[in-house]
Nanobody, 121 residues
Framework: QVQLVESGGGFVQAGGSLRLSCAAS????????MGWFRQAPGKEREFVAA????????YYADSVKGRFTISRDNAKNTVYLQMNSLKPEDTAVYYC??????????????WGQGTQVTVSS
């Protein structure tokens, strides 16, 4: 079974950048679709970005398109989320998730514990 551990969250001012990492253990990530989700206080968890196992296909929520970049390094068993031009509305707990299959916004069955991102105005 795959275990996921996120890191890289923190406190940043609006307009700043953060890079989240999701390290996997227990099994290689190379055959999994990987996603990032986030959940703000009082809101439902929402899809942020996803990347197929090959790394060549990526998908983004409209709210982050052009600002966030998802990438993966299968050799390091790690997925990244580069977040630029951060806004206060990006404040949330960010979760890494993994699944087998091609749907990108649902069906994830392996989740990390989350990392807090706080963006001040």
């Amino acid at each position: 079974q795959v275990q996921l551990v996120e890191s890289g969250g923190g406190f940043v001012q609006a307009g700043g950048s953060l890079r989240l990492s999701c390290a996997a253990s227990g099994r290689t990530l190379s055959s999994y679709t990987m996603g990032w989700f986030r959940q703000a206080p009082g809101k439902e968890r929402e899809f942020v970005a996803a990347i197929f196992w090959s790394g060549y296909s990526t998908y983004y929520a409209d709210s982050v398109k052009g600002r966030f970049t998802i990438s993966r390094d299968n050799a390091k068993n790690t997925v990244y989320l580069q977040m630029n031009s951060l806004k206060p509305e990006d404040t949330a707990v960010y979760y890494c998730a993994a699944k087998v299959g091609s749907s990108v916004t649902w069906g994830y069955d392996i989740w990390g514990q989350g990392t807090q991102v706080t963006v001040s105005s």
